[in-house]
């Protein structure tokens, strides 16, 4: 091929010799970014010759002065330039893409950022590929301004990623699109195979998605090849080790032991004495000092992840393909990992000139070995004084693990969490395929186009959970082996139609966009369990066991949605700017069936102005502003009717006489209390600066934001008869600020930036149906919702110290009445009339940040770069749960600062109660020790990275080396695991459960590009 | 070009395809769940399904009468049961006991559980009702049969919501009475004394249109029948009546106990100690037993009442031996020493279990079951809550599997008949003695008030309703019975729990 073009080149060439009276110009034509050579580039001059430069971008051609060449090249804009007196050009062309520099995607189609109304965040995918996490989602947090991203740290744990504030309760999670699929996360992405991810943050941007739109939309486009381009080849991969980071120490043996001594009963002395008795010790001091997380945890648990990109194009075709993969192993020394393998394929085909196809298809395998968590929360209160392992216990098999019951502990909740983990075997193996083809129809010079796009997404996980028969005591045994088989399948599709019309008239720019969307999804899970199954997996089938009767379950939701929309924009002279939208969204989730959701933005480019023509230190600055509405429909759907619940487990047993065993006689229960529910409605404004000075070198931009949301629907506590009760309830509001600011320069071989972002967030209940307040969370721990307040605030006493000596409770009438000691808590009268009724109880704090923020520095030195980013968030609370368990198990241990924190003598603490106090339910009134402050600041990432070069210089390879340090250090006062609370149910609101220790990851890692 | 136009049509006419059934592309029920409007309600041979659904939230934890914590809630108190296990473990449980209704009673977490579970059963209960009288609307007016069971079921369910608003008020004191679930947001108290007026109501309508069976005879075996009602109604009057022998209330006592006799379907079970054991379930003696199963076999699904007997069961390593459990509601040495003064040794061997002294030594239980002592040196359990491994179904380990739980029995009827008799100066010797008899104990000639109370006090001594609280009270000699654990009729019952008064502020 090579051989005939050259052939051809020549025959050319030599056929123009005959005109010989002009001379040769000689030269190359390369790409302008990458300064490779193009190949196929048409020469043509005025006359209609021409030639095509050759494999390695070269042409020659026969020209005079006076001519203009014209390099014309698919992908490419047009270029032409004079010959003059010039024998060598070298020619840059610009592609396309680039060209369009600041083009950006937005919903169902892009747009030039200078141009967009609504504020846009355009993600640095390059920052993304630094950070070492298994979810791009991760890896972006604290990096963008109103974007906040909560982790958990378990493998395969799908972060809480919430766009400026809590707009919704239920499902805060925006909506992802990816190559124009709806997914609820992008957990199957590898960053590599991230070519653009834009958020739509506000109504004005987002609306264009109508009910799917309130928590913004996180859109992502995947790599893909370019026509004419040379094959390119990126490979990158890292090896790293994560580790425990800010770990809670637990309370030793002696603290734990202190601690019971102190409580003053015999009981629970007991414990202490019985370790001594049975595993050692001397006199008051229990030799056994089990450190239950050290035995759970692992060092340096590896993680490895792997990706290849290969692209490339034709005039015709282009492609893409790419395959990763990742392989990470949790922190409990237990079968305990994730493993995960993409591929990833794309093609584009101009069939036609006026007709494009594409196809695209993601397919991940992945499986988890989850550990069971529940060994973690056993860890939080298991005794630190009896051993791992007692060959006494000489009734437990297959395995020696030592009984709790062995020291007095009767209770399942102090099992031995090393048994717990290690008879543990849960494993999901999910599959996803997302496969999706379109064809582009160009109707009308470019002018009129039409896009059709049908995808797909497929997917199934198989879980299987299996506990062998094992025996360590009488709360910790399974007598029977134990399998459920989990399967959950989903088939969704979504069909979008595009007409797009783009034109302009001397200054005036106009576009339309008309869409029409019909989606499916459906969701289908399979339940099987059955007793006494055979150990080896093989025989892991419920029809080898015993299945119960009610071991079989099934589940499926299905719903369909159609919507049509549209979008108008218009500018004149690049200066004034209208942008409007509107969607119409059906949706077969809730009993009413159609929204609307319009929006329009307007924007100013003051710099356009003459007015400011004349200055040279802003180079751009523009003004906006937006409005929209948009709805949720991530809210769970009721049935909006009252549900039959039959079967066995609704039927009630009769003739269980003597000897004999009864049976089911068949029953049913009505569950009457139900509400209507619909998506809720968010109307939200923005006002915004995007500004460039001091020579580029400072970027930012500035928003004021505000969301009403109507409708919100969360639980609120049933009155009488307990449990909760899901609805559309309540008008809530967020506003705030945000801030992104960015300084870069480079001084010589010096480059340095530094940039910020810090959003602000007032949450407030507007209206709550005329109802004066709400109660929600747990019953012992409410959280209240009223009006004029944040959500969910935290409802109880306010604590204003301890009481240090009797005297001192004497004189207090509150003290006294309540029985109160020295060592408890001194509760806030706050009406004053010397009684502790509910109406001293106050708002004790709430779980909405105040302000969340991040900052990060780079530099870069000849082929040296490092990076620093850092997160944080300020001004929420956290109810630590763990510690206030010992409201129902108070002989539990506690974290060390608790434990050995405790009042113990007038004058000891005013902040921590006795230990006595500790036993005692008065402690724990709702009150606000137990809330505290989830301020921190993270070191997110820190990477050092050298890059250079091999090969000649139109054949380089690129290298990049590089070591990783991902969330190696936090600052906290949170007394917790980690301030990062995630989790659905009351963990949404602040309530911290989590026992999951968080790691860090350290890493080398190394990308090649060809 | 040609064929640019055919796929333009083409992509057109789907277009408008799809839109034009849009209205059915959206118009899909719920998947997977059943609105009520399926039931059909011509069909009456389903017409006992919302019943037997009931009898089912009845037998469960969350709503329902069995959850662990609120036999602590409402058996604590008296002088028959100690909570067990540990002193800190639900260490609120004591101060429950010990009627310190402070900040630390009002924030314990099994106070709301409590109260939510009962009102649960009982807005069920009104469900149920609601049921029956959508079979009845379908049942022409000639058709008397199916009239009558409606009649008939619609009194079963109502005995079950009088008997969770007799449970709710023992503990409770004042409480909602609520028969409309639309009110339920913003219903009031009822003085204890309305309660049980409302319980003696319901049960007078109730009770002609039950069956004439004894429970265990019943057509749905084990369901309540017109006996159960006339005994929850004697209950309920006698709560009224208290230490007032002139009170017309006991009239209502002698009346209904006296009907329940007279039927003639009633023995006590010949052996008190196998009452209690699989063997005793639903005997001649039942008049209310909350019925559980694991159908005869070693594996699979096996139908039990949550943790309730785990909770009560011997704690320590008991080797393996179903046999085991928390070791709370242990027998009082109050009840121990009273059995024992009176030579009661068959009451005595049924409701305690004892244990061995450490943890390396064991006791043999009556049925010879090795009960192993335990860390903390409790060396007795809740017998009545002792099911022996040897009546278990072989292959199932859950300690009480397969047993039911005692609730309402034919000697309860026999000894408030006594009593009532006794009240209104009449001989009560015959009702009280057949009592006395099945024990082993001598017969009483002329006995008094006093040896009815104690003998109530025996024969019901650790069971899980709170019997022996609540008769300390009716008969007013709770504040010298349990001065020891500082009675005061402030604090007889416990508060309504916070979150209840938040919601519906009429409840404060």
């Given at each position: 091929?090579?051989?005939?073009?050259?052939?051809f080149?020549?025959?050319?060439?030599?056929?123009?010799?005959?005109?010989?009276?002009?001379?040769?110009?000689?030269?190359?034509?390369?790409?302008?970014?990458?300064?490779?050579?193009?190949?196929?580039?048409?020469?043509?001059?005025?006359?209609?010759?021409?030639?095509?430069?050759?494999?390695?971008?070269?042409?020659?051609i026969?020209?005079?002065?006076?001519?203009?060449?014209?390099?014309?090249?698919?992908?490419?804009?047009?270029?032409?330039?004079?010959?003059s007196?010039?024998?060598?050009?070298?020619?840059?062309?610009?592609?396309?893409?680039?060209a369009?520099?600041?083009?950006?995607?937005?919903?169902?189609?892009?747009?030039?950022r200078n141009?967009?109304t609504?504020p846009?965040?355009e993600?640095?995918?390059e920052?993304?590929?630094?950070?070492?996490?298994?979810?791009?989602?991760?890896?972006?947090?604290?990096?963008?301004?109103?974007?906040?991203?909560?982790t958990?740290?378990?493998?395969?744990?799908?972060?809480?990623?919430?766009?400026?504030?809590?707009?919704?309760?239920?499902?805060e999670?925006?909506?992802?699109?990816?190559?124009?699929?709806?997914?609820?996360?992008i957990?199957?992405?590898?960053?590599?195979?991230?070519?653009?991810?834009?958020?739509?943050?506000?109504?004005?941007?987002?609306?264009?998605?109508?009910?799917?739109?309130?928590?913004?939309?996180?859109?992502?486009?995947?790599?893909?090849?370019?026509?004419?381009?040379?094959?390119?080849?990126n490979?990158e991969?890292?090896?790293?080790?994560?580790n425990?980071?800010?770990?809670?120490?637990?309370?030793?043996?002696?603290e734990?032991?202190a601690?019971?001594?102190?409580?003053?009963?015999?009981?629970?002395?007991?414990?202490?004495?019985?370790?001594i008795?049975?595993?050692?010790?001397?006199?008051?001091v229990?030799a056994?000092?089990t450190?239950?997380?050290?035995?759970?945890?692992?060092?340096?648990?590896?993680?490895?992840?792997?990706?290849?990109?290969?692209?490339?194009?034709?005039?015709?075709v282009?492609?893409?393909?790419?395959a990763?993969?990742?392989?990470?192993?949790?922190?409990?020394?237990?079968r305990?990992?994730?493993?995960?393998?993409?591929?990833?394929?794309?093609?584009?085909?101009?069939?036609f000139?006026?007709?494009?196809?594409?196809?695209t298809?993601?397919?991940?395998?992945?499986?988890?070995?989850?550990?069971?968590?529940g060994?973690?929360?056993?860890a939080?209160?298991a005794?630190?004084?009896?051993?791992?392992?007692?060959?006494?216990?000489?009734?437990?098999?297959?395995?020696?693990?030592?009984?709790?019951?062995?020291i007095?502990y009767?209770?399942?909740?102090?099992?031995?969490?090393?048994?717990?983990?290690?008879?543990?075997?849960?494993r999901?193996?999910?599959?996803?395929?997302?496969?999706?083809?379109?064809?582009?129809?160009?109707?009308?010079?470019?002018?009129?186009?039409?896009?059709?796009?049908?995808?797909?997404?497929?997917a199934?996980?198989?879980?299987?959970?299996?506990t062998?028969?094992?025996?360590?005591d009488?709360?910790?045994?399974?007598q029977?082996?134990?399998?459920?088989?989990?399967?959950?399948?989903?088939?969704?599709?979504?069909?979008?139609?595009?007409?797009?019309y783009?034109?302009?008239?001397?200054d005036?720019?106009w576009s339309?966009?008309?869409?029409h969307?019909?989606?499916?999804q459906?969701?289908?899970?399979?339940?099987?369990?059955?007793?006494?199954?055979?150990?080896?997996?093989?025989?892991?089938?419920?029809?080898?066991?015993?299945?119960s009767?009610?071991?079989?379950?099934?589940?499926?939701?299905?719903n369909?949605?159609?919507?049509?929309?549209?979008?108008g924009t218009?500018?004149?002279?690049?200066?004034?700017?209208?942008?409007?939208?509107?969607r119409?969204?059906?949706?077969?989730k809730?009993?009413?069936?159609?929204?609307?959701?319009?929006?329009v933005?307007?924007?100013?480019?003051?710099?356009n102005?003459?007015?400011?023509?004349?200055?040279?230190?802003?180079?751009?600055?523009?003004?906006?502003?937006?409005w929209?509405?948009?709805?949720n429909?991530?809210?769970?759907?009721?049935?909006g009717?009252?549900v039959?619940?039959?079967?066995?487990?609704?039927?009630?047993?009769?003739?269980?006489?003597?000897?004999?065993?009864?049976?089911?006689?068949?029953?049913?229960?009505?569950?009457?209390?139900?509400s209507?529910?619909?998506?809720?409605?968010?109307?939200?404004?923005?006002?915004g600066?995007?500004?460039?000075?001091?020579n580029e070198?400072?970027k930012?931009?500035?928003?004021?934001?505000?969301?009403?949301?109507?409708?919100?629907a969360?639980?609120?506590?049933?009155?009488?008869?307990g449990?909760d009760i899901?609805?559309n309830?309540?008008?809530?509001?967020?506003?705030?600020f945000?801030?992104?600011?960015?300084?870069?320069?480079?001084?010589?071989?010096?480059?340095?930036?530094?940039?910020?972002?810090l959003?602000?967030?007032?949450?407030?209940v507007?209206?709550?149906?005329?109802?004066a307040?709400?109660?929600?969370?747990?019953?012992?721990?409410?959280?209240?919702?009223?009006?004029?307040?944040?959500?969910n605030?935290?409802?109880?006493?306010?604590?204003?110290?301890?009481?240090q000596?009797?005297?001192?409770?004497?004189?207090?009438?509150i003290?006294?009445?309540?029985?109160?000691?020295?060592?408890?808590?001194?509760?806030?009268?706050?009406?004053?009339?010397?009684?502790l009724?509910?109406?001293?109880?106050?708002?004790?704090?709430?779980?909405?940040p105040?302000?969340?923020?991040?900052?990060?520095?780079?530099?870069?030195?000849?082929?040296?770069?490092l990076?620093?980013?850092?997160?944080?968030?300020?001004?929420?609370?956290?109810l630590?749960?763990?510690?206030?368990s010992?409201?129902?198990?108070?002989?539990?241990?506690?974290?060390?600062?608790?434990?050995?924190s405790?009042?113990n003598?007038?004058?000891?603490?005013?902040?921590y109660?006795?230990?006595?106090?500790?036993?005692?339910?008065?402690?724990?009134?709702?009150?606000?020790?137990?809330?505290?402050?989830?301020?921190?600041?993270?070191?997110?990432?820190?990477?050092?990275?050298?890059?250079?070069?091999?090969?000649?210089?139109?054949?380089?390879?690129r290298?990049?080396?590089?070591?990783?340090?991902?969330?190696?250090?936090?600052?906290?006062?949170y007394?917790?695991?980690?301030?990062?609370?995630?989790?659905?149910?009351?963990?949404?609101?602040?309530?911290?459960?989590n026992?999951?220790?968080?790691s860090?990851?350290?890493?080398v890692?190394?990308?090649?590009?060809? | 070009m040609?064929?640019?136009?055919?796929?333009?049509?083409?992509?057109f006419?789907?277009?408008?395809?799809?839109?034009?059934?849009?209205?059915?592309?959206?118009?899909?029920?719920?998947?997977?769940?059943?609105?009520?409007?399926?039931?059909?309600?011509?069909?009456?041979?389903?017409?006992?399904?919302?019943?037997?659904?009931?009898?089912?939230?009845?037998?469960?934890g969350?709503?329902?009468?069995?959850?662990?914590i609120?036999?602590?809630?409402?058996?604590?108190?008296?002088?028959d049961?100690?909570?067990?296990s540990t002193?800190?473990?639900?260490?609120?449980?004591?101060e429950?006991?010990n009627?310190?209704?402070?900040?630390?009673?009002?924030n314990?977490?099994?106070?709301?559980?409590?109260?939510?579970?009962?009102?649960?059963?009982i807005?069920?209960?009104?469900?149920?009702?609601?049921?029956?009288d959508?079979?009845?609307?379908?049942?022409p007016?000639?058709?008397?049969?199916?009239l009558?069971?409606?009649?008939r079921?619609?009194?079963?369910?109502?005995?079950i919501?009088?008997?969770?608003?007799?449970?709710?008020s023992?503990?409770?004191?004042?409480?909602?009475?609520?028969?409309?679930?639309?009110?339920?947001?913003?219903?009031?108290?009822?003085?204890?004394?309305?309660?049980?007026?409302?319980?003696?109501?319901?049960m007078?309508?109730?009770?002609?249109?039950?069956?004439?069976?004894?429970?265990?005879?019943?057509?749905h075996?084990?369901?309540?029948?017109?006996?159960?009602?006339?005994?929850?109604?004697?209950?309920a009057?006698?709560?009224?009546?208290?230490?007032?022998?002139?009170?017309?209330?006991?009239?209502?006592?002698?009346d209904?106990?006296?009907?329940?006799?007279?039927?003639?379907?009633?023995?006590l079970?010949e052996?008190?100690?196998?009452?209690?054991?699989?063997k005793?379930?639903?005997?001649?003696?039942?008049?209310?037993?909350?019925?559980?199963?694991?159908?005869?076999?070693?594996?699979?699904?096996d139908?039990?009442?949550g943790?309730f007997?785990?909770?009560?069961?011997?704690?320590?390593?008991?080797?393996?031996?179903?046999?085991?459990g928390?070791?709370?509601?242990?027998?009082?040495?109050?009840?121990?020493?009273f059995?024992?003064?009176?030579?009661?040794?068959?009451?005595?061997?049924t409701?305690?279990?004892?244990a061995?002294?450490?943890?390396e030594?064991?006791?043999?239980?009556?049925s010879?079951?090795?009960?192993y002592?335990?860390?903390?040196?409790?060396t007795?359990?809740?017998?009545?809550?002792?099911?022996?491994?040897?009546?278990m179904?072989?292959?199932?380990?859950?300690?009480?599997?397969d047993?039911?739980i005692?609730?309402?029995?034919?000697?309860?009827?026999?000894?408030?008949?006594?009593?009532?008799?006794?009240?209104?100066?009449?001989n009560?010797?015959?009702s009280?003695?057949l009592?006395?008899?099945?024990v082993?104990?001598?017969?009483?000639t002329?006995a008094?008030?006093?040896?009815?109370?104690?003998?109530?006090?025996?024969?019901?001594?650790?069971?899980?309703w709170?019997?022996?609280?609540?008769?300390?009270?009716?008969?007013?000699?709770?504040?010298?019975?349990?001065?020891?654990y500082?009675?005061?009729?402030?604090?007889q019952?416990?508060?309504?729990?916070?979150?209840?008064?938040?919601?519906?502020?009429?409840?404060?």
């Amino acid at each position: 091929m090579r051989k005939l073009l050259l052939l051809f080149l020549f025959l050319t060439t030599a056929l123009s010799y005959g005109y010989a009276q002009v001379k040769t110009v000689t030269g190359t034509v390369k790409d302008s970014q990458s300064l490779i050579g193009l190949p196929g580039v048409t020469i043509s001059k005025p006359d209609g010759t021409g030639s095509q430069t050759d494999a390695a971008g070269r042409f020659s051609i026969e020209a005079s002065a006076t001519d203009s060449l014209t390099f014309r090249f698919i992908g490419y804009t047009t270029q032409t330039v004079s010959v003059s007196d010039q024998e060598t050009l070298d020619v840059f062309l610009i592609s396309e893409d680039q060209a369009l520099e600041e083009v950006v995607v937005i919903g169902y189609g892009t747009a030039n950022r200078n141009d967009l109304t609504a504020p846009v965040t355009e993600v640095n995918v390059e920052d993304l590929t630094k950070r070492t996490t298994a979810n791009p989602m991760q890896a972006l947090q604290g990096s963008v301004s109103g974007v906040q991203v909560v982790t958990s740290g378990a493998p395969g744990s799908t972060p809480t990623v919430r766009v400026r504030g809590v707009g919704s309760l239920n499902n805060e999670n925006p909506l992802y699109v990816v190559d124009g699929m709806f997914v609820d996360n992008i957990d199957f992405l590898n960053s590599n195979d991230i070519e653009s991810m834009s958020i739509l943050k506000d109504a004005s941007g987002a609306a264009i998605y109508g009910v799917r739109a309130a928590n913004g939309v996180v859109i992502i486009t995947t790599k893909k090849g370019k026509m004419n381009m040379r094959t390119q080849v990126n490979y990158e991969g890292y090896v790293g080790f994560q580790n425990p980071v800010n770990m809670l120490r637990m309370a030793s043996g002696a603290e734990y032991a202190a601690m019971q001594l102190a409580k003053g009963t015999r009981g629970d002395s007991l414990y202490v004495l019985n370790s001594i008795e049975q595993f050692g010790g001397q006199g008051l001091v229990p030799a056994t000092n089990t450190d239950w997380y050290g035995e759970l945890l692992r060092n340096n648990a590896p993680m490895h992840s792997h990706s290849l990109d290969i692209m490339g194009g034709t005039e015709k075709v282009n492609y893409s393909f790419g395959a990763n993969m990742l392989d990470q192993e949790g922190i409990m020394d237990a079968r305990n990992d994730y493993k995960r393998y993409n591929l990833r394929f794309q093609m584009e085909a101009q069939a036609f000139d006026w007709l494009k196809l594409g196809f695209t298809v993601h397919l991940s395998n992945s499986t988890l070995f989850a550990p069971d968590n529940g060994a973690f929360g056993l860890a939080y209160f298991a005794s630190p004084l009896y051993p791992v392992r007692d060959a006494n216990n000489t009734n437990a098999f297959p395995e020696d693990f030592a009984s709790s019951t062995s020291i007095g502990y009767n209770n399942g909740v102090f099992n031995n969490p090393v048994a717990q983990a290690y008879y543990n075997y849960d494993r999901t193996k999910a599959f996803q395929v997302l496969p999706s083809a379109y064809a582009d129809v160009n109707i009308w010079g470019n002018k009129l186009k039409f896009k059709t796009q049908l995808s797909q997404r497929l997917a199934s996980h198989h879980k299987y959970d299996y506990t062998p028969e094992y025996y360590v005591d009488n709360t910790q045994r399974s007598q029977l082996s134990k399998l459920i088989s989990v399967q959950d399948r989903y088939t969704n599709y979504i069909w979008d139609n595009l007409l797009t019309y783009t034109d302009n008239a001397d200054d005036h720019n106009w576009s339309v966009l008309l869409g029409h969307s019909v989606r499916e999804q459906r969701w289908r899970k399979t339940q099987a369990s059955a007793d006494d199954i055979p150990a080896n997996e093989e025989s892991w089938y419920v029809n080898l066991g015993t299945r119960s009767i009610t071991g079989y379950e099934e589940d499926g939701t299905r719903n369909a949605g159609l919507s049509y929309f549209a979008r108008g924009t218009y500018d004149y002279r690049k200066t004034y700017l209208l942008t409007a939208t509107f969607r119409a969204d059906g949706s077969s989730k809730y009993q009413t069936k159609w929204g609307y959701f319009p929006s329009v933005g307007l924007g100013w480019v003051l710099t356009n102005e003459n007015f400011l023509q004349e200055q040279d230190f802003l180079s751009f600055l523009k003004v906006r502003g937006s409005w929209g509405k948009l709805g949720n429909d991530g809210i769970n759907a009721n049935a909006g009717y009252a549900v039959l619940n039959t079967g066995n487990d609704y039927s009630g047993i009769f003739g269980s006489i003597g000897l004999g065993s009864g049976a089911y006689l068949p029953g049913y229960t009505i569950e009457s209390q139900f509400s209507r529910i619909g998506w809720e409605v968010v109307e939200e404004w923005d006002f915004g600066l995007d500004f460039t000075m001091a020579n580029e070198r400072l970027k930012g931009t500035v928003d004021y934001y505000h969301r009403l949301t109507r409708g919100l629907a969360f639980n609120r506590t049933r009155a009488l008869r307990g449990g909760d009760i899901y609805g559309n309830f309540g008008d809530v509001a967020n506003s705030g600020f945000e801030f992104n600011l960015n300084w870069a320069d480079r001084i010589g071989d010096f480059g340095y930036n530094i940039g910020g972002n810090l959003t602000t967030l007032k949450n407030e209940v507007k209206d709550l149906g005329g109802i004066a307040y709400l109660m929600g969370g747990q019953t012992n721990f409410p959280v209240r919702i009223e009006v004029g307040k944040p959500l969910n605030y935290f409802y109880g006493y306010e604590v204003t110290g301890i009481y240090q000596n009797q005297s001192q409770v004497d004189n207090d009438p509150i003290g006294s009445a309540e029985g109160a000691k020295p060592g408890y808590f001194i509760y806030k009268d706050q009406n004053g009339d010397n009684v502790l009724d509910e109406n001293d109880r106050t708002d004790i704090g709430n779980y909405l940040p105040k302000i969340t923020y991040g900052f990060n520095m780079g530099f870069d030195y000849k082929n040296f770069d490092l990076s620093i980013v850092f997160q944080g968030q300020t001004g929420n609370k956290i109810l630590n749960q763990n510690r206030s368990s010992r409201n129902q198990y108070s002989m539990m241990n506690g974290d060390a600062k608790f434990v050995t924190s405790l009042w113990n003598g007038e004058g000891s603490t005013n902040t921590y109660p006795s230990a006595e106090a500790t036993t005692n339910g008065y402690t724990f009134a709702a009150n606000s020790f137990w809330v505290e402050s989830g301020s921190y600041l993270r070191i997110q990432n820190i990477q050092l990275g050298y890059n250079f070069n091999i090969g000649k210089e139109d054949k380089q390879t690129r290298f990049r080396v590089f070591a990783t340090a991902d969330r190696p250090a936090i600052f906290t006062n949170y007394s917790g695991f980690t301030p990062e609370i995630t989790g659905d149910g009351v963990s949404g609101l602040g309530y911290d459960r989590n026992i999951y220790p968080v790691s860090a990851t350290y890493s080398v890692g190394v990308r090649v590009s060809y | 070009m040609i064929m640019k136009k055919y796929i333009n049509i083409a992509l057109f006419s789907s277009l408008v395809l799809t839109t034009s059934c849009s209205k059915d592309f959206l118009d899909r029920p719920m998947e997977n769940t059943k609105p009520a409007e399926t039931i059909d309600y011509t069909d009456l041979s389903q017409m006992y399904g919302p019943v037997s659904g009931l009898y089912r939230t009845a037998s469960k934890g969350a709503p329902g009468f069995v959850h662990w914590i609120d036999v602590g809630m409402r058996a604590v108190r008296g002088d028959d049961l100690d909570k067990g296990s540990t002193e800190s473990d639900q260490s609120q449980l004591d101060e429950i006991k010990n009627f310190k209704n402070n900040a630390s009673v009002q924030n314990f977490w099994g106070l709301n559980n409590c109260w939510t579970d009962y009102y649960g059963i009982i807005f069920y209960a009104n469900e149920t009702l609601l049921e029956l009288d959508k079979f009845a609307e379908h049942i022409p007016s000639g058709d008397s049969e199916n009239l009558a069971l409606n009649a008939r079921y619609r009194a079963e369910a109502r005995f079950i919501r009088a008997f969770a608003h007799l449970i709710v008020s023992r503990v409770f004191g004042d409480v909602p009475i609520l028969v409309d679930n639309v009110v339920i947001n913003e219903t009031e108290k009822s003085s204890v004394e309305q309660v049980r007026q409302f319980i003696i109501n319901e049960m007078e309508e109730s009770a002609n249109a039950l069956e004439d069976a004894a429970p265990r005879n019943a057509q749905h075996q084990g369901g309540v029948t017109k006996y159960s009602a006339l005994l929850l109604k004697a209950k309920a009057a006698s709560d009224i009546a208290k230490n007032d022998n002139g009170s017309p209330y006991w009239d209502i006592v002698l009346d209904a106990t006296e009907q329940i006799i007279a039927s003639n379907k009633f023995q006590l079970y010949e052996d008190f100690y196998e009452l209690f054991k699989i063997k005793g379930k639903m005997s001649t003696e039942s008049l209310y037993e909350i019925q559980y199963s694991d159908f005869g076999t070693p594996s699979g699904t096996d139908v039990r009442p949550g943790e309730f007997f785990a909770f009560q069961g011997p704690a320590g390593n008991q080797h393996g031996s179903p046999i085991a459990g928390w070791g709370f509601m242990k027998p009082s040495q109050k009840i121990i020493n009273f059995l024992t003064e009176r030579g009661d040794d068959i009451r005595l061997k049924t409701t305690v279990l004892y244990a061995g002294e450490d943890t390396e030594s064991f006791v043999e239980s009556p049925s010879g079951d090795k009960v192993y002592g335990n860390a903390n040196g409790q060396t007795h359990f809740n017998g009545k809550a002792y099911s022996p491994a040897n009546q278990m179904t072989p292959g199932r380990t859950a300690y009480g599997s397969d047993n039911n739980i005692r609730v309402l029995r034919y000697a309860d009827a026999l000894l408030l008949n006594a009593e009532a008799k006794i009240r209104k100066g009449q001989n009560g010797d015959a009702s009280l003695n057949l009592v006395r008899e099945r024990v082993d104990l001598d017969p009483i000639t002329g006995a008094t008030l006093t040896d009815v109370l104690d003998e109530r006090r025996a024969e019901f001594a650790c069971e899980w309703w709170g019997e022996r609280y609540n008769d300390l009270l009716r008969t007013g000699t709770a504040q010298t019975a349990l001065a020891d654990y500082g009675f005061t009729p402030a604090a007889q019952y416990l508060p309504v729990p916070q979150i209840q008064k938040d919601l519906n502020p009429n409840l404060r």
